[in-house]
């Protein structure tokens, strides 16, 4: 029995509609050979919003987002939408859509492919053979703590105020996400935070040595947040689960996707306890090579892939994705933010078409 899924589009701004479209192509394809159907529906966020309704993230689309079986993302942002005021920047239009789905639980993996070793700025024997995860909490901590503001001091000078903090219970369901995870991973958990100096991060550390008598099969270990972005560079192989609070995943998870050689690989899924989930690549909207065909689609093609396995339960039709970009890397195919000597320079629709012909193929 063939089955509908109402995939939400979000092509955003920047580079996001040409990778977009090129993803949607290949989502096609892979349905039609998997059985599976899609009914794909485009709404508006970020600076593409803006220009048409004033507002980062319409109501609409929140509305049309709840009410879909999954949520895809490409990139928001630009020079052009930098100056306005924060509540209607695009960024507050995606941590809006990240609040309003309730999209808690962050996975953004890094993945050292074998054919991008060369890309990356480490030595190939510091990096060969990275495979972590980073679970990032997503709709708490700094991004979202009271007070938060520019206020008057009594004295007349303004203070500018962010407050990081944490109820336990948003502890408790970020680190069984990440315990389950590091379960079906490599069974290593290592907890990040700065309980060094900060309270919230006590009581983050505290709870997570609870959580581990329930998972004695995982095995827990605690590094201060300055010391994990230091050992991420040093030796990245240590790690394969990593949890972390929203602003310490934020930057860690830039550290880790860079490892990898290119940001334009990695793809993220961001999860709720029910509802559906949010897939986007982890770059950002690219603007200055924005509608020149040259970027990279496969964080997003990835991201799909995320989409089909976490979002959508269909493991199948994403590995058939994630062999297809494994394909296409061994032809040697590269866009511009990935290529070496020797490779074969292409386009952002040249990658799609041969994405397409590495799934037809195979
Ligand atoms: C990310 C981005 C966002 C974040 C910005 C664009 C709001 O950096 O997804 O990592 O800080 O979460
Ligand atoms: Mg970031």
């Known amino acids: 029995m063939s089955q509908t899924y109402r995939i939400t589009l979000l092509p955003g701004d920047g580079i996001g509609p040409e990778i977009m479209a090129v993803t949607v192509d290949i989502l096609k394809l892979v349905g039609e050979q998997q059985g599976i159907q899609f009914e ?140 389950e995870t590091a379960r079906k991973r490599g069974k290593k958990l290592c907890s990040v935070d700065k309980a060094n100096v900060l309270e919230v991060s006590q009581l983050w550390r505290d709870r997570m040595n609870e959580l581990a008598k329930e998972y004695s099969d995982v095995e827990l270990s605690h590094l201060y947040v300055d010391n994990a972005a230091m050992q991420l560079v040093r030796d990245p192989k240590q790690f394969d689960t990593i949890v972390t609070g929203n ?51 496969m964080a997003q093609v990835l991201s799909a892939a995320m989409m089909l396995r976490y979002g959508l339960d269909q493991p199948q039709a994403a590995s058939k994705l994630e062999k297809a970009v494994g394909q296409v890397l061994d032809q040697g195919y590269r866009t511009g933010d990935t290529m070496s000597e020797g490779m074969k320079l292409v386009g952002c629709q040249a990658m799609g078409a041969a994405l397409k012909d590495a799934l037809k193929a195979g």
């Open 40 to 179: 794909f529906t485009e709404a508006l966020l970020g600076g593409a919003a803006i220009d048409a309704t004033g507002e980062p993230l319409p109501q609409a689309t929140l509305s049309q987002c709840q009410a879909s079986d999954a949520v895809m993302l490409a990139a928001i942002g630009g020079y052009k939408w930098d100056n306005l005021p924060r509540s209607q920047r695009p960024e507050t239009g995606l941590l809006g859509l990240r609040a309003g789905l309730k999209l808690f639980a962050n996975l953004r993996p890094a993945t050292i492919l074998p054919q991008l070793i060369d890309a990356s700025s480490l030595k190939r024997e510091v990096v060969e053979g990275v495979d972590l995860m980073v679970v990032r909490e997503l709709t708490g901590g700094i991004y979202f703590g009271e007070p938060k503001g520019v206020f008057e001091t009594e004295s007349g000078e303004q203070r500018g105020v962010n407050t990081m903090a944490y109820n336990l219970s948003e502890i408790d369901r970020i680190g069984r996400v990440a315990f």
């Open 247 to 297: 602003l310490f995943g934020d930057i860690l998870s830039d550290i880790a996707a860079m490892l990898t050689g290119s940001i334009g690989m990695l793809p993220s899924a961001s999860l709720g306890a029910d509802g559906p989930g949010l897939f986007e690549p982890v770059h950002g909207s690219a603007p200055d090579i924005a509608g020149q065909d040259k970027a990279n689609p």
